[in-house]
């Protein structure tokens, strides 16, 4: 546990030498938050309540679903595509710890250092803009930070798993791009609960619940039996989606096809 | 006492075929064609404690090939791999402790951490408590000359700092067994005599074991004392160093530019390569003939240019490669 807290450590000192890139990711925020309060403030000129989101939950849906999309980092899809592709895989394989631990605590680390200062950024943000969140509920707070820790984990380990089938394929980004379409549409700028109720059936078994609609949910509208629901959701996603990295880097591993220096 | 053991290995790949154009390409969608190279092909040797080994050969010999096997990165297909006393596939984990490897091209050290931040980093990778990463790094920074640019961030450093600091890096773990696959190529001649310079102390001063692939003469002759030359996955030659010297490294290129025409015949030891009357390519050999004999055979207040270079470790490997067809 200390190597993987060493290396959330040092990606966290590494990366405070691109902290530029975080300022313009907050700039970037602003944008599509003040676009879409634009957009949903017109969709909510005739009616107070769409799909059980009044305006203020709706626009409390979105800044903490885009924060948590902000704050996605690159390296779960991009470094084990681009390491094994290159082979350079093969020169961090060989250290005394998991390739898989090291680049999910690279995600995390860099998501941590982007969060920092998105949180406290956003939830001004939207007071200012949109107003407190109503019928908050400050005691079930602890369910709503587990639950977003897990679905922040859990997209970094799917984008994980998206990538290690590099091993098996020519390129594996057109997954990503699936993957990433699916959560931001239903996950971040729609909720699920606006889709068709026959699709809103399918879509529970899919990503977007359980990384970026579920947590968000819960924030936004508390509701006991719903945040049972979602947090057994993303345990059983979780188990799942680890065994699947597992296997998938063993194999992967053993099919490794590293020709020449 | 044997560190490495290698029986019989051997390791093929399966490379994607494409016929050319876009026929071929969308060909190669529906129906994709592999041919298999045989990248090391039944080789097997031994590598005592504390020897400093050159593993040579020409591109695609199957040299880097051999270094991912032995260091458990790479699945042989056949044969025995016995790193001490580890099999490197199912030991890879424990075997990372005993060893280390430095890859010429590759960057192992975050370039934004100091070269101070990064040994820290390694130390606590391999289980090292801090008091005596702390130690070592003093010890380092001493022995290797590394003060003044340890607390430099690594992507400020020169090439050469920074392959220094890769070598360095790599000793962090003590490892019993260092691979170095061409850690001096595209420096220039000073750095690389600084990394020989640290390469034979490293092996003096702490017993390490090395194992090293070059394209580089002059990085061999300096360093080993037995060299194995890999061709084609196969072993070609295994010999001393002296060996090798004496019946493949006696002979020098010169390279000469004159300000006056030169009439120069072949004679014993040397060979005219190339004459274009103002401009020479002459082959000596060593064992016959001085370079400073060949050099008073020109007039040397004429010459304009003048390149003394061993000759290319290709056409060495070729014309070991032809004896052993012989």
Redesign the interface.
């Known amino acids: 546990m200390?190597?993987y807290l060493?290396?959330f450590k040092?990606t966290f000192?590494?990366e405070?030498?691109y902290f530029s890139k975080v300022v313009f990711r907050v700039v970037s925020y602003f944008l599509h938050i003040f676009v879409f309060y634009n957009v949903w403030k017109y969709i909510y000129q005739d009616n107070n309540v769409i799909a059980g989101f009044s305006l203020n939950q709706m626009m409390w849906y979105l800044i903490l679903a885009e924060l948590f999309m902000m704050a996605d980092s690159r390296v779960a899809r991009k470094r084990p595509i681009e390491e094994i592709k290159s082979g350079?895989i093969?020169?961090i394989?060989?250290?005394?710890?998991s390739y898989i631990g090291y680049v999910f605590t690279t995600y995390l680390a860099e998501g941590f250092i982007r969060l920092i200062v998105m949180v406290p950024v956003s939830l001004i943000f939207g007071i200012l803009f949109v107003g407190p969140l109503q019928d908050f509920n400050i005691k079930f707070i602890g369910f709503m930070i587990i639950s977003f820790i897990i679905g922040y984990s859990l997209n970094g380990l799917i984008q994980i798993l998206i990538s290690l089938f590099a091993f098996f394929m020519e390129d594996a980004t057109p997954m990503h791009w699936l993957y990433n379409k699916i959560v931001l549409i239903f996950g971040v700028f729609f909720p699920i609960d606006m889709m068709p109720h026959a699709l809103q059936g399918i879509l529970k078994y899919t990503p977007a619940y359980v990384v970026s609609y579920g947590p968000t949910k819960l924030a936004v509208d508390f509701d006991l039996m719903n945040a049972i629901k979602i947090l057994g959701a993303q345990s059983i996603y979780l188990i799942i989606v680890l065994i699947l990295v597992n296997f998938i880097y063993r194999r992967g591993v053993?099919k490794?096809?590293?020709?020449?220096? | 006492m044997a560190v490495i053991e290698v029986k019989k290995l051997c390791k093929t790949f399966k490379i994607k075929e494409k016929e050319k154009g876009l026929k071929g390409s969308i060909k190669s969608i529906i129906k994709p064609k592999y041919k298999t190279k045989k990248a090391v092909n039944n080789i097997s040797f031994e590598v005592e404690k504390g020897e400093v080994l050159a593993f040579i050969g020409p591109n695609g010999a199957g040299k880097s090939t051999t270094i991912k096997m032995l260091t458990g990165i790479l699945f042989p297909d056949k044969g025995s791999i016995n790193i001490l006393g580890y099999n490197p596939i199912k030991d890879r984990k424990k075997l990372s402790y005993e060893i280390s490897s430095v890859i010429g091209q590759k960057e192992q050290l975050w370039l934004h951490l100091t070269p101070y931040d990064n040994f820290k980093f390694i130390g606590t990778m391999y289980d090292i408590p801090d008091k005596i990463v702390d130690k070592k790094i003093q010890e380092f920074i001493d022995v290797f000359d590394l003060s003044d640019f340890i607390n430099t961030p690594v992507r400020g450093l020169s090439l050469g700092q920074r392959i220094r600091c890769e070598i360095v890096a790599a000793l962090i773990n003590e490892p019993k067994i260092l691979f170095l696959d061409e850690p001096t190529i595209g420096l220039d001649p000073v750095v690389k005599e600084n990394i020989r310079t640290l390469i034979k102390r490293l092996n003096k001063e702490y017993k390490t074991t090395i194992f090293l692939t070059s394209h580089d003469i002059s990085d061999i002759e300096k360093l080993c004392k037995r060299v194995i030359v890999v061709n084609d996955g196969t072993i070609v030659m295994d010999t001393t160093m002296e060996d090798l010297k004496y019946h493949y490294l006696n002979k020098k290129i010169i390279d000469v530019k004159m300000s006056e025409e030169v009439n120069l015949d072949d004679e014993d030891g040397i060979t005219i390569l190339k004459d274009k009357g103002y401009s020479l390519k002459i082959e000596v050999d060593t064992t016959k003939k001085n370079i400073k004999d060949v050099l008073n055979l020109l007039n040397q207040d004429h010459i304009i240019d003048i390149n003394i270079s061993n000759v290319p470790l290709e056409d060495i490997i070729s014309s070991i490669y032809k004896k052993g067809k012989k």
Not at chain 1, 93 to 97: D, T
């Open positions: 200390k190597k060493y290396i040092y000192i590494n405070l030498s350079s093969t020169y394989m060989n250290k005394p710890y053993k490794l096809n590293v020709n020449g220096g």
